[in-house]
């Protein structure tokens, strides 16, 4: 079975879905807290099998392709496995919420007498 994307909302490779290349979670320190923080997962323990899949990248950041060279001096473009670039972030995430992690704005606190006199006013404004 293929690993399944890491990415809350995403169905990659779960059973009936198509194929999707997934990378795993950079052994670099600095890059993996990157990925997590902007997967909003830092609630994430067990980190060898965490995965991210192809859909999450920007296109110029998966590398499809090398340049092959020919005995003439020329280069031809192979295709290869996907890789990605050094610091490539997953950044594409429309199934994601935004800001999950983050405590939502308190609400504005009500002011009765604010209240009042506003609709008050509002009262001998209108015909």
Same mark, same amino acid.
């Given at each position: 079975?293929?690993?399944?994307?890491?990415?809350?909302?995403?169905?990659?490779?779960? %059973?009936?879905?198509?194929?999707?290349?997934?990378?795993?979670?950079?052994?670099?320190?600095?890059?993996?807290?990157?990925?997590? $923080?902007?997967?909003?997962? @830092?609630?994430?323990?067990?980190?060898?099998?965490? *995965?991210?899949?192809?859909?999450?990248?920007?296109?110029?950041?998966?590398?499809? @392709?090398?340049?092959?060279?020919?005995?003439?001096? %020329?280069?031809?473009?192979?295709?290869?496995?996907?890789?990605?670039?050094?610091? &490539?972030?997953?950044?594409?995430?429309?199934?994601?919420?935004?800001?999950?992690? %983050?405590?939502?704005?308190?609400?504005?606190?009500?002011? $009765?007498?604010?209240?009042?006199?506003?609709?008050? *006013?509002? &009262?001998?404004? @209108?015909?």
């Amino acid at each position: 079975m293929p690993n399944t994307c890491s990415v809350p909302g995403c169905r990659s490779n779960y %059973s009936g879905e198509p194929y999707t290349p997934v990378f795993r979670l950079p052994s670099n320190s600095e890059l993996r807290e990157k990925w997590l $923080r902007g997967l909003h997962r @830092e609630d994430i323990e067990d980190l060898k099998n965490v *995965f991210v899949c192809s859909n999450h990248f920007r296109t110029e950041d998966v590398i499809t @392709e090398m340049d092959m060279p020919q005995p003439d001096g %020329s280069l031809q473009k192979i295709s290869r496995r996907r890789i990605l670039h050094k610091n &490539a972030i997953p950044c594409l995430l429309p199934s994601c919420p935004k800001y999950p992690s %983050s405590p939502s704005p308190k609400p504005e606190r009500l002011d $009765r007498g604010k209240i009042e006199s506003k609709l008050f *006013f509002q &009262a001998r404004t @209108e015909p």
